[in-house]
C-alpha cells in the first residue's frame, strides 16, 4: 500500500507534522499491494495435503470447511425434506399409474393405430371386444390383489401388510419421481413458476438455457454450491467454453424471468481475479424485493468525527452490504428526474466532509430551496438562488480555485520527496495548516442552472456566455483539481448531452444515476453503452425512492474490480443534516478552521481572468453568440451546439442542408471570414470510407473569434 494512503482505523492517531524537513538516508521504499494467497503446502500434513488441496478429483466440500458446513446443512434440509418429498413421489407415482391404466384399459394405442390408418370404423368391433377383455384382466387382478392382502394379513397380521404397502409405496415413489422424461410431469394447466433452483439445480440449468445464455446441450459447472447469504441465496458457477460472464449480465432480465423473480431480486457478478475468469459468474438472489423495506438512516449520525480521506457511508446493496463512497481524489456526478432523491444523495456525499474540520467546502445551491442551507454553517462559500447574478458569483468562485490548484502545484514543487512523494495532496498535506491545502470540495446543485446560462460575462476583452465559461472552468476543475485535493461533485435533473458538456461529463470519476426517463439519459450519466451492459437507471422502479446505480471510482465493498452496482442510499432528512452541519461547525470552532461565509467573511479577493483564461486555454472559450459574430459564422455555431457533442469535422454538405444555405454560396462566405475548406476521410454507416469536403470546428471558431475580436468590417 501506498506510504501515503490513509488509515482507517480510527480518529485518534492523526498523523503530526515534521519539526524538520531534513532528507536523511532512508531504505528504499516499495510500493506494493497486499493479496491473500492461500497456502497449501504444510510441514506438518506434507505433499498429500498439497495433492489434497489442488488436486479436481478431491470435491469441493472436503477442501473448504465453509462448504463442508453447507453440505451438512443441505444434507440436514434433505432429511428433513425427506418424509415430504417421499409423499409426494407416491402421489406423483399413483397419478402416473392411473394415466397408464386408464390408457390400457381404453386401449387407447390401437385406437391411435386405427386412426392415423382411417380404419377407425373397420376396427370398432375388434377395439370394443379388447376394451371389455381389459376391463376383465383388471378386475380378475382386483379381486386377487384383494385375496393376496387378506391372505398376507391372515398369515402373517398387520406386519405384513404394512409391508406389503410399503414395498407398493416404494415402487409408486420409484416411478413418479423427477426426472426428465417420466410421464405425468406435465400438467394440464400450469401452475406459477417458482423459485426452485436452490434445492434442484436442473432448474438453474434449465433456466440458463431458457434465457439463451448457453445452449440446449451445453450446462453449467457448479464452483460453489448454493449457500445463504443475507437474505438470499448464492451460488458460484462456471459457463460452458467460450460464453462470457458478459453477456450474463447484459441479459440479467432473461436470467431473471427465468428464474421467475424480478431483476431487483438478482445482482449476477463476474468473479474476477486470481480465482476467476471471464466464464465464472456469481450470482445471488433475494427472497423477496430487498428494496422494499424502510431506508436505513446514515450511520454518520452516530459518528462525532469523520476523517475526509475516508470514503463515506453512502448506502447499502440488495446483500445489505454497506458500500462506502471515495471522494478525495475523483469527483461525483448524481443524476435523476425530480423527487428521485437526487439531492440527499449529494448530501450524503457532503456530511462526511463535514464532519472533517480540516476541510473546506464551497456549495452553491441552484435548486433555491432551504435543502442546503444547514451546510451555511460550514461552508467556505455558500448561496442559494437561480438568478443570473448567482451564476456570475460561481464564476467568481471557480476562478478563484482554478487559481488555487494552481498555485497548489507550484507550492508542491518546492517540497520535498518526503512531504510530498508524488504530485497528490497527501493527509498529512492536507491537515498542515502552513502548507494551506485542505480538502476543498465543490458542491453544486441544480448544476444544469449554471450551465445553460447566457448571460455575458467580461473575459480578456471578450463576451462570453456565462453557461459556457463556468462549463470550461469545471471541466478544467475536473480534469487537474482532484489531485490538488479538490473535490467536484455535481448533481442535475436534467441529464441529457445538451446540459452537461461531454468534455465536463468524460472527466467525471464516480457515477451515480437514480431513476431517469430512457436509457439515453442513463447513459448520459453513466457512461456510454452502459445499457448494454446491463446498467440502466431507467429500468428502476418509481416506489424505490433512493434507489440508484453506482458507478464508483474506487474500491468498494462489492470489490474493486466491480463496474457498477444497485445501491440505496441512506436516509439523512433536514433535522438528521441540520445535527451534521452544527456538529460540523462545533469541531471546526476548537480546530480553528472556520473561515469565509460560515465565520462571516462573504468577501473575495479580485477575479484573474487572465490566468483562468491561460490556465484552461485560449482555444477552448467559444465566442458569444452577439451581433459581432457575423453571418453565416452565427448560425453555425449555434447549429453545433444543438448537437451536443461538437464533431471535430463537418461536411459542407451537411451545413447547407441543415441551414439551408446554398452550398457554393456558403463556401464562398466563409472562405471570405477566413476559413479554409478541407477534405476528410470519412466512414460511412455502411463502413465505405470516403473523402468529404467541409471544415474543422476548430477553424470555425477561430474564425467566429477573429470576426468578433475586428470592428465588424467584413
Known amino acids: 500500500m501506498n506510504a501515503h494512503e ?21 531504505d528504499p521504499v516499495y510500493d506494493a499491494e497486499l493479496v491473500e494467497e492461500p497456502h497449501y503446502y504444510s510441514p506438518r500434513l506434507g505433499w498429500f495435503a498439497s495433492w489434497w488441496m489442488r488436486s479436481p478429483r478431491v470435491p469441493v466440500w472436503l477442501k473448504s470447511r ?82 393376496g392382502g387378506a391372505v398376507v394379513d ?8 404394512w409391508l406389503l404397502i410399503g414395498i407398493v409405496a416404494v415402487a409408486l415413489a420409484v416411478l413418479g419421481r423427477r426426472r426428465d422424461g417420466s410421464p405425468g410431469r406435465k400438467a394440464v394447466l400450469a401452475g406459477p413458476r417458482t423459485l426452485m433452483w436452490t434445492m434442484d439445480p436442473q432448474v438453474l440449468v434449465d433456466a440458463f438455457r431458457d434465457a439463451k445464455l448457453i445452449g440446449k446441450d451445453e450446462t453449467l459447472r457448479l464452483v460453489e454450491r448454493a449457500t445463504r447469504v443475507g437474505d438470499g441465496w448464492a451460488v458460484v458457477v462456471d459457463l460452458p467454453a467460450t460464453r462470457k460472464a458478459a453477456d450474463v449480465i447484459k441479459n440479467r432480465e432473461a436470467l431473471a424471468s427465468a428464474l ?8 449476477v457478478e463476474r468473479v474476477r481475479g486470481n480465482g476467476g475468469h471471464a466464464g465464472r459468474v456469481s450470482m445471488w438472489v433475494a427472497d423477496s424485493d430487498p428494496y422494499a423495506s424502510p431506508p436505513l438512516r446514515t450511520p454518520l449520525l452516530a459518528a462525532q468525527r469523520w476523517d475526509a480521506w475516508r470514503p463515506v457511508p453512502f448506502g447499502r446493496d440488495a446483500r445489505d452490504r454497506r458500500i462506502d463512497l471515495p471522494l478525495v481524489w475523483t469527483s461525483l456526478l448524481v443524476g435523476a428526474i425530480p423527487r428521485q432523491g437526487k439531492t440527499f444523495a449529494a ?6 466532509l463535514v464532519l472533517d474540520p480540516h476541510t473546506r467546502l464551497y456549495v452553491a445551491d441552484f435548486k433555491a430551496g432551504k435543502d442546503w442551507d444547514a451546510a451555511g454553517q460550514v461552508a467556505h462559500r455558500f448561496m442559494s438562488g437561480d438568478e443570473s447574478a448567482h451564476v456570475v458569483e460561481l464564476v467568481g468562485w471557480l476562478v478563484e480555485l482554478v487559481a488555487e490548484v494552481q498555485g497548489r502545484y507550484r507550492r508542491m514543487r518546492e517540497l520535498d520527496d518526503v512531504m510530498c512523494p508524488e504530485s497528490k495532496v497527501t493527509p498529512e498535506m492536507s491537515r498542515d495548516r502552513a502548507l494551506g491545502m485542505p480538502i476543498t470540495a465543490v458542491f453544486v446543485d441544480e448544476v444544469q442552472v449554471p450551465l445553460e446560462d447566457r448571460t455575458p460575462v467580461d473575459v480578456e476583452g471578450k463576451r462570453l456566455a456565462a453557461g459556457e465559461y463556468v462549463g470550461e472552468l469545471l471541466t478544467w476543475l475536473a480534469k487537474k483539481g482532484p489531485a490538488a485535493g ?28 437514480l431513476r431517469v426517463m430512457d436509457w439515453r439519459d442513463s447513459n448520459i450519466v453513466l457512461g456510454e453503452q452502459m445499457n448494454t451492459r446491463g446498467y440502466d437507471s431507467s429500468r428502476l422502479l418509481a416506489s424505490h425512492k433512493g434507489v440508484g446505480i453506482l458507478r464508483p471510482d474506487g474500491d468498494t465493498q462489492a470489490g474493486a474490480d466491480v463496474l457498477a452496482l444497485t445501491v440505496r442510499t441512506y436516509y439523512m432528512p433536514n433535522e438528521d443534516w441540520q445535527v451534521i452541519c452544527q456538529r460540523g461547525r462545533a469541531l471546526r470552532e476548537a480546530e480553528g478552521t472556520l473561515t469565509g461565509h460560515a465565520a462571516g467573511d462573504a468577501s473575495m479577493s479580485a477575479l484573474d481572468h487572465s490566468a483562468a483564461v491561460r490556465a484552461i486555454g485560449t482555444g477552448t472559450c467559444r465566442p458569444s453568440r452577439s451581433d459581432d459574430v457575423p453571418e453565416p459564422l452565427a448560425r453555425i455555431l449555434d447549429h453545433l451546439d444543438e448537437l451536443g457533442d461538437v464533431p471535430e469535422f ?22 471570405e471570414l477566413g476559413c479554409q475548406s478541407t ?29 468578433g475580436s475586428s470592428d465588424g468590417e467584413l
Open 260 to 267: 421467475a423473480v424480478d431483476e431487483v431480486q438478482l445482482i
Open 154 to 161: 391372515l398369515v402373517y397380521g398387520r406386519r405384513g401388510l
Open 679 to 707: 477534405r476528410e476521410r470519412v466512414t460511412s454507416e455502411s463502413g465505405k470510407v470516403r473523402q468529404i469536403r467541409g471544415y474543422l470546428t476548430a477553424d470555425l471558431f477561430a474564425a467566429a473569434e477573429d470576426s
Open 66 to 147: 465453509r462448504q463442508a458446513v453447507q453440505v451438512g446443512k443441505d444434507l440436514l434440509v434433505s432429511a428433513l425434506r425427506a418424509p415430504d418429498r417421499f409423499l409426494g413421489a407416491v402421489v406423483r407415482g399413483l397419478v402416473v399409474a392411473a394415466r397408464w391404466w386408464r390408457r390400457w384399459v381404453t386401449v387407447r394405442e390401437y385406437r391411435e393405430a386405427a386412426e392415423s390408418s382411417e380404419k377407425l370404423a373397420d376396427k370398432f368391433v375388434e377395439i370394443r371386444a379388447l376394451t371389455l377383455f381389459r376391463w376383465k384382466v383388471t378386475g380378475a387382478v382386483a379381486v386377487v390383489t384383494l385375496l
Open 6 to 26: 490513509p488509515s482507517t482505523e480510527g480518529h485518534e492517531t492523526l498523523p503530526v507534522r515534521a519539526e524538520s524537513r531534513e532528507v536523511l538516508p532512508a
Open 486 to 513: 479538490i473535490v467536484l461533485v455535481l448533481a442535475t435533473q436534467r441529464p441529457d448531452s445538451k446540459t452537461i458538456p461531454s468534455g465536463l461529463r468524460a472527466v467525471l470519476g464516480s457515477r451515480f444515476a
Open 347 to 352: 448530501r450524503l456525499a457532503a456530511a462526511g
Open 650 to 671: 463537418v461536411s459542407t454538405a451537411e451545413l447547407a442542408e441543415a441551414l439551408e444555405f446554398d452550398p457554393a454560396w456558403l463556401g464562398r462566405r466563409l472562405a
